[in-house]
Each structure stands twice: as structure tokens, then as C-alpha cells.
């Protein structure tokens, strides 16, 4: 079991920016959705969203402002609509604390992820029309009890270079961040909502040789 908790480690440290919202229970633990504002270098920034218990946090009160770092996995479920199912990511969270003035630390790295996984779909490999390469991934990444998350990941440059050349099943780790972007959904033709996608960037991968 401690394999697969070692998979997959995420650390975010931000803002919070919602208050907190009831996602289901489980054997009388309830668990919380919150949103996270986490910088990025440049002056922009991601809005992550965590699943925390409510036995790790204060869930009942509102903590907008307060700056946190949480700890965990980032995770992935399917949510039937309609026709489809739709791929939900978050963040599930395993510890959380208020930051104080010595985890400078946690705001300088802000956002962190490792994963080690298995390529589970063909590499997309494109370029923008300013001619940046970019390379499309889907990393599952193995759970305990035979469970499995999926992880979209972009990769850039030589990476996406590198990654291109991946088959399916091939064994990979990857280093980088999660991020957040927008995107507008045709739901007809005169409706469309904006959505947000979550996806790993990517800034280091490496292939793991199978022995």
C-alpha cells in the first residue's frame, strides 16, 4: 500500500477562495470541496480545487483569505452526464495546515507534483500556431484496491518531443504542477459554459525501465 501513497504526492500552498462544500460520506466521514488560488511565477495563477475531510479541517466555518498548504494525491473520478462521462480531478487532501511565516518554503514552491504511472492513451503531439511543440499524455496512475486515477498531462519543447514517442503502457514518471485553464463548452448551437480543465505541466518525465 505505501507504493502506491508514494505515486502520487501533491503539495499546494495557496489562498483559499470558497467557502467549503459537501461532495459525499463515507462510513461517517464527510468530505468538503475548496477551492484553492496558488500562484504561479508570472503574475497569474491556478485555481486548484481540494477534497478535504471533515475530520482534518474545520469544514463548518468560512477560512476565504487564509493561506494553506495541503498535502495528498491528485485524483480522478468519472461523472456520468447525460450522454457522457466527464472526468473530475481534484486534490485529495491527507493533511492540511494554516501556514505560518516559516513555511516560506511551501510559498516559494507552491505547487508540486510527482506521479508514476503508465501511459494509458497515444500521445497527442501538435504545434501552435506560433510553433511551440506540445505533446498531450494520459498518465493512470495505480491506487490501492486495484483502483486506478487518470491524469491528463501537457508537456512542452523537447519534452513533448520525447514524449511523443511514448506507447501505451509504457512505464513513466513525471515531475511539475497542476494548472488550470479555461475553456468554453458547446452545449448546442446558441448555448455554451465556460468549464475549467485540470492537467499536470509537465517539467521533467522519464521513462522507468521494466526489469
Given amino acids: 500500500m505505501e507504493k502506491t501513497l508514494n505515486n502520487n504526492q501533491v503539495i499546494v500552498a495557496g489562498e483559499i477562495a470558497s467557502d467549503f462544500t459537501f461532495s459525499h460520506e463515507i462510513f461517517g466521514e464527510g468530505f468538503y470541496m475548496v477551492d484553492l488560488v496558488v500562484a504561479r511565477l508570472s503574475d497569474t495563477y491556478d485555481v486548484i480545487p481540494l477534497m ?13 483569505g487564509e493561506k494553506v ?8 473520478y468519472n461523472k456520468h452526464e447525460e450522454t457522457r462521462n466527464r472526468l473530475i480531478l481534484s486534490v485529495f487532501v491527507r493533511e492540511i495546515s494554516v501556514l505560518d511565516d516559516e513555511e516560506g ?15 494509458c492513451k497515444e500521445p497527442v503531439y501538435r ?7 506540445i505533446a498531450d499524455v494520459l498518465l493512470a496512475v495505480n491506487r490501492p484496491y486495484g483502483k486506478s486515477d487518470y491524469i491528463p498531462c501537457i508537456c512542452w519543447g523537447r519534452n513533448a518531443r520525447y514524449a511523443s514517442n511514448f506507447d501505451v503502457g509504457e512505464h513513466v514518471r513525471i515531475f511539475g504542477r497542476i494548472q488550470s ?6 452545449l448546442s448551437e446558441t448555448q455554451t459554459e465556460t468549464r475549467i480543465a485540470y492537467e499536470v505541466s509537465v ?3 522519464e521513462c522507468v525501465e521494466e526489469f
Avoid: C, W
Fill in 181 to 186: 485553464r479555461e475553456y468554453v463548452k458547446k
Fill in 127 to 133: 504545434m501552435t500556431p506560433l510553433g511551440r511543440e
Fill in 69 to 76: 498548504v495541503a498535502r495528498g494525491q491528485f485524483r480522478s
Fill in 52 to 64: 478535504v475531510s471533515d475530520r482534518l479541517f474545520d469544514v463548518e466555518n468560512s477560512h476565504i
Fill in 203 to 205: 517539467s521533467k518525465l
Fill in 105 to 119: 518554503e511551501a510559498e516559494n514552491k507552491p505547487n508540486q507534483i510527482y506521479l508514476d504511472g503508465y501511459i
